[in-house]
């Protein structure tokens, strides 16, 4: 009997370090055919994962191209995807989150007769402009969706709220979990010695990642300026900022703090180097999603610098805040956190917010159930038990 076959399409950074601990289980399993197709939407970064992780792609289809326009991107993903399974469709096709690759798989996956499974399923941030467009890329994603793998509770009850079956929905845990948990047995030293000697240091860090595109122009140059005022007035304290690749978005963050002293700009650090930073970190000033998640398991405060979230866990629980993006706002909670041991005590206490390591398992579990492989997981708790153990369930 012909296994059936998976596809697992990613093309970002976030994508990549999500998706890898899924394909690592599915691979580790008998029954299934996995492949991984690869958009080349974050090529270098996303090379970086894979190696770190022994993945080797099965196809690579290198659609973006710098400065291309968001629907240049788009029909050039589909067709490239529509192309790749003209000669036959897999049985089902992985899509992760709410990127531009994920919405595009998710389409052309239905086109082509294939079910889609959606890692990371059920986020709402309740407003389809922010952020953009992933609100509404993963809101065209779910009722294509076959199986939804949502990573909290809180997740699965937005599914339900717009109809979607509870038989299709899976509480798993979230699979950046998973690939945290890898990355703290596999520490590595940093390739640039600045950053090494910063992780090995007495001084205080801030991690700033801002990346999304609604921070950029306004809001971003505000939230360094912020950053900078604070780090300035603080001598025991250094603030890291990872550049974007982008060059409007490098050159937006060097007019507002390049020069600053002990504001350091670094090009974007490999994955497991940004792990180590992170749980470095005294705090974090961010507007990425994968580091809301990740901040609360390392125990470290998170400033998040957006006018709504999704992953509104962090804020209930109160390892983070949600604090907008003005610049009074940044200088007002950074200094809180900075001078109030208090407030760092409370926000760092660390939590099973977003899973306990274990999501790819059940949501291979959940996957072979779908497809008829298996009625048992290979060793897995069980869904609803290894969600209650989580902290994660209904």
């Not at 507007?287 to 509104?312: C, H, K, Y």
Request: net charge negative.
């Amino acid at each position: 009997m012909t296994p059936p076959w998976i596809d697992v399409v990613y093309g970002t950074r976030p994508e990549a370090i999500k998706c890898a601990p899924l394909v690592a289980e599915l691979q580790r399993r008998d029954g299934i055919r996995t492949t991984v197709t690869v958009t080349g939407q974050h090529r270098e970064m996303v090379a970086e994962i894979n190696a770190s992780f022994g993945i080797r792609p099965d196809a690579d289809l290198d659609v973006f191209r710098r400065g291309a326009a968001l629907a240049e991107t788009t029909s050039t993903i589909f067709s490239a995807l529509s192309a790749r399974w003209a000669d036959g469709a897999p049985d089902a096709v992985v899509v992760q989150g709410d990127t531009a690759s994920a919405a595009l798989a998710a389409v052309a996956a239905y086109y082509a007769g294939a079910r889609v499974i959606h890692l990371e399923a059920g986020l709402r941030s309740g407003d389809l402009r922010s952020p953009f467009p992933e609100e509404g890329n993963r809101r065209l994603i779910a009722p294509l969706a076959s199986l939804h793998l949502a990573p909290t509770g809180a997740a699965e009850r937005n599914l339900l709220a717009e109809g979607v079956s509870p038989d299709d929905i899976v509480v798993t845990g979230n699979t950046g979990i998973d690939a945290l948990h890898r990355q703290k047995t596999h520490p590595q030293r940093f390739d640039d010695p600045a950053m090494e000697q910063i992780a090995v240091g007495a001084e205080r860090v801030v991690l700033v990642t801002v990346h999304r595109r609604e921070s950029w122009g306004g809001p971003l140059a505000r939230i360094a300026a912020g950053v900078a005022e604070v780090v300035s007035a603080r001598p025991d304290v250094v603030a890291v900022l990872p550049l974007h690749p982008n060059p409007q978005v490098r050159a937006e963050v060097r007019a507002a703090v390049g020069g600053v002293e002990r504001v350091v700009l670094c090009e974007p650090l490999p994955y497991a180097q940004f792990g180590r930073m992170l749980g470095r970190a005294y705090c974090t000033v961010t507007d990425s999603g994968g580091v809301q998640e990740e901040a609360p398991a390392l125990g470290v405060p998170a400033l998040v610098v957006r006018e709504t979230t999704e992953r509104g866990e962090g804020v209930a629980a109160g390892a983070a805040r949600l604090i907008g993006t003005r610049r009074e706002a940044v200088v007002a909670e950074l200094s809180s956190l900075l001078d109030d041991p208090a407030v760092h005590a409370r926000m760092s206490r660390a939590q099973n917010l977003y899973g306990d390591g274990r999501a790819a398992p059940r949501a291979v579990d959940a996957i072979e159930r779908l497809l008829g492989v298996s009625s048992v997981g290979a060793g897995a708790p069980g869904v609803a038990a290894a969600a209650e153990l989580a902290g994660i369930g209904r």
